[in-house]
């Protein structure tokens, strides 16, 4: 027999000079990711959103530091036709105020946030954007691979060949800090990383501004150079191959433009106005990242920077640049280092976005629910592991190879581009009618389509061997398996709703029980989710079951914010309504029965915490209670269903049980 001793001083079950674990490990999760935020703070929106500034840093990052990788790659890709990286200058400044000008318009358009996710599913279907939502997703992977594999390679450019092979091991422990750090919450770690993002721009602007000005007497010799190469090539290979050199090598570069979408992903971190914070923290990214990018590519030609094995192209610049200064080696090193940690604070779009894009798929039933859920430090917690969890297994998988890795990031990013611009331009060639700027936004979304889409179609064709094929394969088993998830809830909600029909043919006594609970009669204290068919059938069984035992009935439920809902005060505000009204309904039933009856409830992120600490104050002040909850069950049980349907009720009844109060699950049928 279980008995249940009441918690206070004395009664612990804990000597004074023993080890209390419970409360260690409480200290030590609480030291390592933060303690507790209250969800019912009315200021807790303004301290955890993000101002224009503090956004750059933590979702622009991702732009910006892609400058690390996107330049080196498309000059490289040139080979002895290096004239026409001034080509590569202008087109990729055009390229990237194109599509952030597209993003600025899906800011204005969908301010909460989700990117090509909600626009494709808004524009397009749901169907197009399951598949925008799954690029996203190996997207954000990437973001973290490709970003931290490029910070190791910048950071050992300095380091002597017998600890190169140190550099995966380097990798893999800096995605498990920033799994960590991110565990604590979005605004602490980007204060964290804040002053490595400006470091990074101080000392690229020396950097780039001093390579151009010092080089200033080189421009008419190069300007020689770009039309004497022209008219070489013209003769060579005409028109047609020079474009074609100047298109394979703007591709292969198209890593530049990865991350520029992070900004109108993350909208719900943004400081209100979000929708004037976003679209200036798009704009901040913009400048840097077209500024940067087109002033390295400069920089390689005016330098005459080449490949230098064991080195990035931007060592190999930073070193010729600075080399004629006293202490030249050590303002590379500072450059380079500055680089390689900006790439790191790059990878924190993996760790907030891609958390954000499957908490939406997962509010529509695209992916297990538990992503939706947020933990008490209101952060994703369930995504951000699978994030970095997913990033370790890409790096290992690919050895931390950065141009296998942003072969595969760029096909990504271009494919959730396509289906963007496609479906903003759908969105307002539909809407003509009340969309006053219809005609002047309509062709800079149909150019970006055509940038999007022709990069995405070349980097497949040049680089489906060298890691494409593998892109190509892990975002559409991803979609298939959103598919199967999708038709698996479906398939549920449609056995549920079945229940629903009890709401129908409620029986009544005809009188209704007013009485106030005695607390010193049996009581059934019945968990509850919501006001449906699922919780009737519970409410009917344990009467049915129990016929004469308790007199009164105690309904209890946690209004639980998860990420749909906490997007602000009102939308908290509106779901506290909802649980209560929907208690109240459940209190008028059990009077309608004959039964005294009243409800609890409480609000917060960890339904299992809360229901837990609610049920045992109801226990202490209604001593003859028994706790029910009912447990979807099926036919034949297997792991799919149990990461599909979370195992609430069982972690609630064990921790009930534990402290000695009695808790009956009562089986719900799911035809399927």
Sequence with gaps: MTYYIPRGDGGSGVSKGSWDWDEIREKSRHAIIGAKKNIEDPGIFHKIALIPVLAWIGLGADGVSSSSYGPPEAFMALGTHTYLAIFLALGTTFTVFIISYAYTRIIEHFPGGGGGYIVANHTIGERAGVISGGSLLIDYMLTITVSIAACADAIFSFLPQPVQHFKLLVACLLIIFLVLLNLRGVKESVLVLAPIFLVFIIMHAFLLGYGIFAQAPQLAPVADGIQSGLSTDFAAIGFIGILALFLRAYSMGGGTYTGIEAVANGMQIMKEPRVKTGKRTMAYMAISLALISSSLFVCYLLWNIHPVPGQTLN????????????????????????????????AQTGFIDGPRVMANMAIDSWL????????????????????????????????????????????????????????????????????????????????????????????????????????????????????????????????????????????????????????????????????????????????????????????????????????????????TKSTKSALVKYVDLAQSMGFAADYRMDVGTDVVDLAVSLCEEITREFPNSTFFTGQIVFRHENPFHKILHNETAFAIQRRLQYSGITTVILPVRAEQ
Excluded at 399 to 421: C, K, P, Q, R, W
């Design 315 to 346: 060592a190999v610049l930073a070193t010729q640049v600075f080399g004629s200064f006293p202490l030249g080696g050590w303002l590379a090193l500072i450059t380079i280092l500055s680089e390689g940690a900006l790439l790191m604070v790059g």
């Design 368 to 575: 297990p629910r538990s992503f939706s859920l947020l933990s008490e430090r209101l952060t994703m917690t369930n995504g951000i592991l699978l994030m970095g969890g997913a990033a370790l297994i890409l790096m290992i998988f690919t050895h931390g190879s950065i141009t296998f890795l942003v072969t595969m990031y760029a096909i990504n990013v271009f494919l959730t581009f396509s289906i963007s611009e496609f479906g903003m331009s759908r969105f307002f060639y539909k809407n003509r009618a009340t969309e006053r700027d219809w005609k002047r936004h309509i062709p800079i979304h149909l150019i970006g389509l055509v940038l999007c889409s022709t990069i995405l179609t070349i980097t497949l064709f040049e680089k489906f061997r060298e890691g494409g094929w593998l892109t190509l394969v892990l975002t559409f088993a991803l979609v298939g398996l959103c598919f199967l998830i999708h038709r698996h809830y479906q398939s549920v909600t449609r056995g549920l709703r079945k229940l629903d029909s009890l709401l129908l043919n409620v029986p009544s006594t005809g009188v209704k029980n007013g009485d106030q609970v005695n607390p010193h009669k049996m009581t059934a204290v019945h968990l509850v989710t919501g006001f449906h068919g699922f919780g009737v059938n519970t409410f009917f069984s344990i009467t049915k079951n129990f016929p004469g035992v308790y007199e009164n009935f105690i309904f209890v439920s946690i209004a639980v914010v998860d990420s749909g809902t906490f997007k602000g005060a009102a939308e908290v505000d509106a779901l």
